[in-house]
């Protein structure tokens, strides 16, 4: 089983709609997490960290479920310049601080 | 603030020939990260420098691969000879140390193709 693991999409939805993304890890001791975003032909961006059971920014909310072992990244009200790669991000449980990214989920928004 | 610096940004080479990638950090960056990025795939670390020390160079093949990072600032990733199969995108990041907390920073990448 990879370490992280997403479904590579494409997601393509209308703008206003709202859409979700799941991420699957598999070290339960996994403490954070981050979501990038990566535009096309451009480096992978910090968007949103992840360290208790959620976080909210806007219109973009990510939700830990430690249970299940997944990170959930949902986009409420999608806006064209949301289209980009979506990458899931789990750092190892070790002295290495090593950086695990998934293989990204791509979106796209249409008008 | 200037972000991180890579150059070239585009590299067209024959296999077999040397290629070299240049990085400069964030000013004040203590750590530097080196990744390979395949087509459809996230970043890979091949290395990470803590200040001029390679920390973690376990998945830099270093059968062709080397990096260096002689003053703790500036950055170079060489291969030779470059093979088919190396054909990637080269980013270089950068945080202000390493940690699980501490955000790192990309830079725009070098896009190699090997003929």
């Known amino acids: 089983r990879k370490e992280v693991e997403q479904d590579p999409g494409p997601f393509n939805v209308p703008e206003g709609a709202t859409v979700a993304f799941n991420c699957t890890y598999s070290n339960s001791a996994s403490q954070s997490f981050f979501w990038y975003r990566q535009d096309c032909r451009k480096e992978p961006k910090l968007l949103m960290s992840?360290?208790?059971s959620g976080n909210e920014d806007g219109r973009f909310t990510a939700q830990l479920n430690r249970a299940s072992q997944y990170i959930s990244l949902l986009i409420r009200d999608s806006k064209l310049s949301d289209s980009a790669t979506y990458l899931c991000v789990v750092p190892r449980v070790d002295s290495s601080y090593k950086l695990i990214f998934g293989s990204g989920t791509r979106l796209l928004v249409r008008p | 603030e200037a972000g991180v610096v890579q150059s070239p940004r585009y590299k067209i080479i024959e296999k077999k020939q040397p290629v070299a990638f240049w990085c400069n950090p964030i000013s004040g960056h203590n750590t530097l990260y080196w990744y390979r990025q395949n087509l459809g795939q996230g970043p890979e670390l091949l290395i990470r420098?803590?200040?001029?020390?390679?920390?973690?160079d376990s998945q830099l093949p270093k059968d062709r691969f080397s990096a260096e990072r002689l003053k703790g600032v500036d950055s170079t990733l060489k291969i030779q000879p470059a093979e088919l199969g190396d054909s990637a995108v080269y980013l270089c990041?950068?945080?202000?140390?390493?940690?699980?907390?501490?955000?790192?920073?990309f830079g725009p990448g070098t896009r190699l193709t090997v003929l």
């Open positions: 420098y803590e200040n001029e020390e390679a920390v973690d």
């Open positions: 992840v360290y208790s």
């Open positions: 990041a950068s945080s202000v140390t390493s940690g699980t907390y501490n955000e790192q920073f």
